[in-house]
Nanobody, 117 residues
Framework: QVQLVESGGGSVQPGGSLRLSCVAS????????MGWYRQVPGKEREWVAD???????NYVDSVKGRFTISRDNAKNTLYLQMSSLKPEDTAIYYC???????????WGQGTQVTVSS
């Protein structure tokens, strides 16, 4: 199995920035798309962004221009640079990894991001 550990969350004021990291370890085979999701208690988990092995990126409309997803394949690490944070960005952010031919995605435990004045 692949273990995913997120870090970098915290509490910031609106307009602030945070950089989330996700390190993959363990049985790392055929890692394909990596992405970030977020979830607010009582609501469905929301896809935020993803990135392919070739560096192609996709974002949910609400974060375009503010968030940047990147990855370092050599370090098996995923990043999410978040700027111009808004209160509605408050959520637990989860790292997601898809492996070729794997029946299930891998998930981290999440890191809390709180944006408030």
């Amino acid at each position: 199995q692949v273990q995913l550990v997120e870090s970098g969350g915290g509490s910031v004021q609106p307009g602030g920035s945070l950089r989330l990291s996700c390190v993959a370890s363990g049985s790392i085979f055929r890692i394909n798309v990596m992405g970030w999701y977020r979830q607010v208690p009582g609501k469905e988990r929301e896809w935020v962004a993803d990135i392919s092995t070739c560096g192609m990126t996709n974002y949910v409309d609400s974060v375009k221009g503010r968030f940047t997803i990147s990855r370092d394949n050599a370090k098996n690490t995923l990043y999410l640079q978040m700027s111009s944070l808004k209160p509605e960005d408050t959520a637990i952010y989860y790292c997601n990894v898809k492996q070729t031919l794997a029946p299930y995605d891998s998930w981290g435990q999440g890191t809390q991001v709180t944006v408030s004045s």
